[in-house]
């Protein structure tokens, strides 16, 4: 919200403050803006608090959006002593025993329930929501408590009073400039003297309302980013949590790489042993047993898996987060019923959505991104328009780009933010594929 100079503020166009106005009228300054309710986009690494210095307090119940069906009651969680919390100031949730709602409309990202509402009992075709309910009773056995707290520190408004005082402030100044537009757009020395008395009040009004709402908007800025801290550091816990209840055995020794490969190292490539560590956190942080052995080998500039030479492409610019990504799909190859899970996932979000179910080139989705024309992809909103992307050999993203986020506290709070069914279905996906080998 500014409040601009009358003349100057042609490009801000506000039809039912300026109809009966001629052409020759400038148009109103238009000042609203949505108050800020989500938080600000995540940076990659940034250092968050060591589990055994993160606290929580005490919680005080916020109520929820009521929206698609409440699904069963979350599995019980067993009582633990010392658990790790993290204090999220004045905006406090429910007990994490509580059975929860989902809010699937509104400005919110909380999307549970977007592909239907998460039961054990599912068709065979909707496999997905049996899946997304697994990964949220991982998540509370885990880390009690948390999936409440990230859904309001990351899903409700910043501080609601203050969003309820901007919104006033937001109407108070339509009404002025809809009830004083004429005099605003008349220079001061064309207006009778009683008049540009009028004027001058209004316009010290507006100012006082530029300057409330201004420092509103200082005050929720300020929390939002102590909610995305808090929600970094609840964020840090879980997957230190999720590494410790994995396998934490050496598996460097199961990492083959040929020469082709090493001929990369110093070239924007990782060295050997970089390798093998970035292949010891993907197993130590989801828990998946290693295969008898891993194949990486570079075969062109763009790392991926070759699913027939059952090998990983590193591509030219290799990392921890690419190494996540590629392996998934070496998960997922393994594991026919995630794999089917995920395809019904990404059709039932299309469809519930009221997308096409066509697939669309994504080169048209991502006009700015490096694909191929055969590249295409079912649409929906997604975190990422790939997450769509369509196979002929039934392989999907949806996996690969889930586990990528788990590389670090930022990338899988950033997916939480955007689409926390998406977490839930890899969380699902873990916990099936932890007791099986691929």
Same mark, same amino acid.
């Given at each position: ?101 989902? %809010? ?83 220079? %001061? ?27 509103? %908007? ?154 191929? %024309? ?65």
């Amino acid at each position: 919200m500014r409040r601009l100079d009358y003349a100057a503020a042609s490009r801000y166009y506000l039809p039912e403050v300026i109809n009966g106005f001629s052409p020759s009228t400038p148009d109103v300054a238009r000042l609203q803006r949505t108050p800020r309710t989500a938080p600000v986009v995540l940076a990659d690494e940034t250092p968050v608090l060591p589990a055994e210095q993160v606290t929580l307090t005490a919680a005080r119940a916020t109520p929820r959006p009521v929206a698609s069906p409440a699904v069963e009651a979350r599995a019980p969680v067993a009582a633990t002593s010392a658990v790790p919390t993290f204090d999220i100031g004045e905006l406090q949730v429910a007990s994490s025993s509580s059975t929860p709602t989902y %809010d699937s409309s509104g400005p919110s990202r909380q999307t549970v329930g977007w592909s239907g509402p998460p039961a054990m009992d599912v068709p065979y075709t909707q496999t997905h929501r049996r899946q997304i309910l697994q990964g949220m009773q991982a998540m509370d056995r885990i880390f009690p408590g948390l999936r409440d707290k990230l859904d309001t520190v990351l899903h409700a408004p910043a501080d609601p009073k203050l969003c309820d005082a901007q919104t006033r402030l937001l109407d108070e100044q339509s009404q002025l400039y809809a009830q004083h537009a004429r005099i605003l757009g008349v220079p %001061d020395n064309k207006l009778p003297e009683h008049v540009r008395k009028s004027k001058a009040e209004v316009s010290a009004r507006l100012d006082q309302i530029q300057a409330a709402y201004d420092k509103n %908007d200082e005050a929720l800025a300020a929390r939002t980013r102590d909610n995305t801290t808090q929600a970094r550091q609840g964020g840090a816990v879980f997957l230190q949590r999720l590494r410790k209840s994995g396998q934490v055995h050496d598996v460097s020794d199961r990492v083959h790489i040929d020469s082709s490969a090493r001929d990369q190292v110093g070239k924007g490539n990782p060295s050997e042993t970089e390798l093998k560590k970035w292949v010891n956190e993907f197993h130590h942080q989801t828990g998946l047993p290693a295969p008898s052995q891993l194949n990486f080998r570079h075969t062109g500039p763009r790392a991926d898996y070759d699913f027939q030479a059952d090998a990983v492409n590193i591509g030219d610019r290799f990392s921890k987060r690419l190494a996540l990504h590629e392996l998934a799909h070496r998960a997922e190859k393994g594991n026919p019923e995630i794999a089917q899970a995920n395809r019904d996932w990404v059709r039932a979000r299309c469809q519930n959505g009221g997308f096409s179910d066509e697939p669309v080139k994504l080169s048209t989705l991502v006009p700015k991104g490096d694909y191929q %024309d055969d590249e295409v992809a079912l649409e929906d909103s997604f975190a990422d328009p790939y997450i769509g992307k369509q196979y002929n050999y039934g392989a999907t993203e949806v996996l690969s780009v889930g586990l990528d986020h788990f590389a670090s506290p930022e990338r899988f709070i950033k997916l939480y933010q955007q689409d926390p069914e998406h977490v839930f279905l890899t969380l699902g996906a873990l916990e099936k594929m932890g007791a099986t080998k691929w």
